[in-house]
């Protein structure tokens, strides 16, 4: 993992809550166990990771509006391999995760997972979800390692990758 530039830190131990501050971007942690949650904002956007829930997005607020894209009783940027009955193991799954800030003005949430269910089991999905100083959109990106020895294909497809609009009604996922 690289270097964070950390501009300010505070923790409160007692209460598990941590937050760090970069620039225009924050990042904080808050919860234990099923209930941790990321949170990642700059000045027009704050996005709510749950890396102990499928790594999914819970919320993805605009500042301006403070309108919720992400309805109460879905998730965004679900993980889902094909041949797994709905909703996969993945959706559920306990995450690793880490912070990373490639560039001074951008912080990203590294999540990790590794499958256990055949025929996938031993695929290692690495997905990375990246929130830039002054912009609306979110940047993710996927990689998997295939860790045995055999050759293997899967199919992979995440679930609630976009937001068409800011309608509450028809427009959130």
């Given at each position: 993992?690289k ?7 505070a923790?409160a ?7 760090f501050a970069f620039g225009?971007?924050?990042?904080q ?8 949650r990321?949170?990642?904002?700059n ?12 790594g999914?997005?819970?919320h ?6 403070g309108?919720?894209r992400?309805?109460?009783?879905n998730?965004f ?5 094909m ?7 993945m959706?559920?799954?306990?995450y690793?995760?880490?912070i990373?800030d ?10 990790r ?13 690495f997905?990375t979800?990246?929130?830039n ?17 055999a ?17 509450e009604v028809?427009?959130?996922?």
């Amino acid at each position: 993992m690289k270097r964070l530039e950390v501009l300010s830190i505070a923790c409160a131990l007692l209460s598990g809550a941590c937050s760090f501050a970069f620039g225009e971007l924050t990042f904080q942690e808050l919860g234990k166990g099923s209930d941790h949650r990321i949170v990642v904002a700059n000045d027009l956007l704050e996005v709510q990771f749950e890396p102990r829930r499928g790594g999914g997005i819970r919320h993805l607020i605009g500042k301006t509006d403070g309108f919720d894209r992400v309805h109460s009783q879905n998730r965004f940027l679900l993980d889902m391999f094909m041949r797994q009955p709905y909703p996969g193991e993945m959706q559920e799954a306990n995450y690793e995760f880490e912070i990373i800030d490639e560039r001074p003005r951008r912080v990203g949430v590294r999540m990790r997972r590794t499958a256990a269910v055949s025929p996938h089991d031993g695929i290692r999905l690495f997905k990375t979800v990246w929130i830039n100083s002054g912009s609306r959109s979110l940047t993710a990106a996927y990689q998997f390692l295939n860790a045995s020895a055999a050759y293997r294909s899967f199919s992979y497809w995440t679930q609630h990758f976009a937001v068409a609009g800011e309608s509450e009604v028809n427009d959130r996922y």
